[in-house]
């Protein structure tokens, strides 16, 4: 049998691409990948033999769980036959962005009451004369102090005396939905925080209790504080979402368990996601960074700008060496967060981006049309010009396109819409929607120098990997912005982010302070704590049912020289032995500080700070993207669309006709169900491995 059809197919023509064939033969056993975006909520099904089926529906505001069942039915998937079930999820995100978190109150050592209203006393931004620091999540008089104090080593000075827990779990009792708990020196033991806690959760039940240890086990209080708030502030959204989800997906039939995307690139537990709701912040971008890491060592390509630009965002990641780029600190508005994150930067520019007028001028994003009403060409009512609208006014989507594969466009209403900006500034049509385009692209590009040239990177040693919805429209203008080479249009592009998910392995990060200097540092203690925690990250898979032959274990030292303030983190492989890491420590150390800093010292002694290991639960199944091998006869279709001040006779093309080494030259327009790429002039198109595009300058 061929791998292209089933038995019930006689020809390919009976297949979409990228879809599968619904026999019985390839129904069994699918894995279902779903990100929730906020226009669309993408769904993707694998099937045994690497078949792919993609789904698009409208994400539904406050109803989130609602969207993921609709996805998945536009599968057309036997619920029953779904085995592995993973999605990423904004509802965390969304909480903290929009400040509707639960109430959380906070406990912490007597005498550091302030130690989360003070934060730090740094300006970054120096010469704004009305800056203003970022608002803690918990008011002062949400904050309450316990007697007990712990040494720098962990040894007690003062214990916790009951009667005192009984008086503040009675103040808190009825009127909060979280509580943090924040101990000076837990991260070095945490007995005081777990007597607290144990006494809270029987105390209050059906109230969350957050303690540090389990969040972010590292020294720096206000740091620490601050990503435990964050966490028990979105953790009972987090809770209340994945019942809902649970429920809904057993009303359908599905069995299997849910999966949730870390913001670390890995998977975990639904069980898991709800003891650490921090890990859910980036849940649904790092799928597409995933992504990216598996499409570069399928083209082998070590250096990725990944860009998934939606309905409403534009997010940006990297891939370095053919890894994901991971940050152990980042903040989100200002608020530090103490948790190992894919380095994402993101600005609110997508194809449901409003354009508007502010003082006079020409403003896009970044509020957004959303799902509902959507652009002015959805036909929902919307009335305010968007990035769509003007996309398709200049022909770059064309009118034959259908977004989702089911929704149709209305071009009178997106010149109407266009219009009525346009006779305010008295511009015509053309002139509104070609000066959209110009400031979404501008600043698209700023925010890939965010990510690249403000850290000293230089964005023209990359390839550019555009997804997302609206990606691929705009990938062309925006490596020509930079001076980038080359571009890459993956298979599935509208839902990538979800096929990323299902590539992940399933991932945890652990963290154990060990302070010593590198050339002092006794190899028994060492290896004591390296032990402890491996066995700490043995027992989290375990407890994922994990089996031991798809295990690794990635160990991990942060270090810095004598006098520093912050460190550079180095992973060794974890088959060496530790006398072995120690001894090549510092090498690997002082070239990574002159890989990111451009300089370093050698000679200077270093400091051992944390020991960290990363516990992988591996991906079995690597899953391709599926393109037909046969030659479809290509339905070419000429249209005039808008580049450079002129309109241009361009192709308008099928991706489903295009073989294994195909080309097509700009300008042209190729379409396909979940996603539209622009190919501008002087630029081709290749069709390679794995059924991806790859676009490089043709003169």
Not at 116 to 132: E, T, V
Not at 513 to 539: C, I, M, V, W
Request: net charge negative; hydrophobic share 40%; with cysteine.
């Amino acid at each position: 049998m061929s791998r292209n059809a089933c038995g019930l197919c006689q020809n390919l023509k009976q297949v979409k691409s990228f879809d599968i064939c619904l026999s019985r033969e390839f129904k069994s056993m699918n894995r279902i990948g779903v990100d929730i975006g906020g226009t669309f909520t993408d769904a993707i099904s694998i099937s045994p033999d690497g078949r792919i089926s993609t789904s698009k529906s409208l994400t539904t505001s406050g109803r989130l769980a609602n969207g993921v069942v609709d996805a998945i039915s536009g599968l057309q998937v036997s619920p029953q036959d779904i085995d592995y079930f993973v999605h990423g999820t904004t509802a965390g995100l969304n909480a903290f962005l929009e400040r509707r978190g639960s109430r959380i109150a906070l406990i912490t050592t007597k005498g550091f009451r302030d130690v989360y209203q003070i934060g730090r006393a740094n300006r970054p931004d120096m010469y704004n004369l009305k800056y203003q620091s970022p608002k803690p999540l918990i008011p002062r008089s949400d904050i309450f102090e316990v007697s007990e104090r712990l040494t720098p080593e962990g040894e007690t000075v003062t214990k916790i005396e009951l009667p005192e827990l009984e008086a503040i779990a009675s103040k808190i009792e009825g009127k909060f939905d979280a509580v943090a708990i924040v101990l000076l020196h837990s991260y070095k033991d945490a007995k005081h925080e777990i007597e607290v806690q144990n006494y809270l959760s029987s105390r209050l039940p059906g109230v969350l209790i957050v303690p540090s240890h389990q969040v972010a086990p590292e020294w720096r209080e206000y740091e620490r504080t601050s990503t435990t708030a964050l966490s028990a502030y979105i953790a009972p959204i987090i809770d209340e979402y994945l019942v809902q989800l649970g429920e809904k997906l057993e009303e359908i039939g599905v069995k299997s368990s849910i999966r949730v995307m870390q913001s670390n690139g890995g998977v975990m537990s639904a069980s898991t996601a709800r003891a650490k709701a921090i890990q859910t912040l980036f849940s649904g971008p790092v799928g597409g960074t995933i992504a990216g890491v598996e499409i570069g060592k399928k083209l082998d390509f070590d250096q990725l700008i990944c860009v998934d630009m939606g309905g409403t965002s534009f997010d940006v990641s990297l891939v370095i060496d053919k890894k994901a780029d991971i940050e152990l600190q980042t903040e989100l508005q200002g608020l530090p967060i103490l948790s190992p994150t894919v380095s994402m930067h993101t600005i609110g520019a997508g194809g449901g981006s409003i354009a508007y007028l502010a003082g006079g001028a020409l403003r896009v994003g970044p509020r957004s049309a959303g799902a509902i009403p959507g652009p002015a060409c959805y036909g929902r009512g919307g009335k305010e010009p968007t990035v769509t609208d003007a996309n398709l006014f200049l022909g770059r989507l064309p009118q034959i396109a259908k977004l989702g594969r089911s929704l149709p466009l209305d071009s009178v209403a997106s010149r109407d819409a266009l219009d009525s900006v346009g006779s305010q500034l008295n511009f015509s049509s053309e002139e509104v929607a070609t000066g959209i385009i110009s400031i979404v692209n501008a600043s698209m590009a700023n925010a890939i120098r965010e990510i690249t040239v403000s850290r000293g990177i230089d964005p023209r040693d990359f390839t550019l990997v555009a997804f997302g919805g609206a990606g691929p429209l705009h990938a062309i203008a925006i490596a020509e912005e930079l001076e980038l080479e080359s571009v890459v249009v993956p298979a599935n592009p509208g839902v990538l982010s979800a096929w990323g998910m299902l590539q992940a392995d399933t991932r945890h990060d652990q963290v154990l302070n060990f302070y010593s200097l590198l050339h002092e540092t006794s190899l028994p203690q060492l290896d004591a704590a390296l032990n402890k925690l491996r066995a700490q990250s043995k027992g989290i898979l375990d407890s994922e049912s994990i089996p031991a032959n798809l295990q690794e274990f990635r160990p991990a030292a942060d270090l810095r020289y004598v006098g520093q303030e912050y460190t550079v983190t180095v992973e060794w492989p974890g088959e060496w032995s530790t006398d072995k890491a120690l001894s090549e420590l510092t090498l690997m150390f002082e070239a990574e500080h002159l890989s990111r800093y451009g300089h370093n010292n050698p000679g200077e002694s270093v400091e051992l700070v944390n020991i960290r290991m990363s516990a992988l639960g591996l991906n079995g199944v690597k899953s391709e993207q599926y393109i037909p091998e046969s030659s479809q006869q290509k339905e070419e279709i000429l249209s005039p669309v808008h580049f450079d001040k002129k309109w241009t006779e361009s192709k308008i093309v099928q991706r489903d006709q295009f073989k294994f080494g195909e080309t097509v030259s700009g300008p042209a327009v190729i379409l396909e169900a979940d996603c539209t790429t622009l190919l501008h002039p002087g630029w081709q198109a290749k069709v390679v491995i794995g059924g991806h595009i790859v676009i490089t300058r043709s003169i």
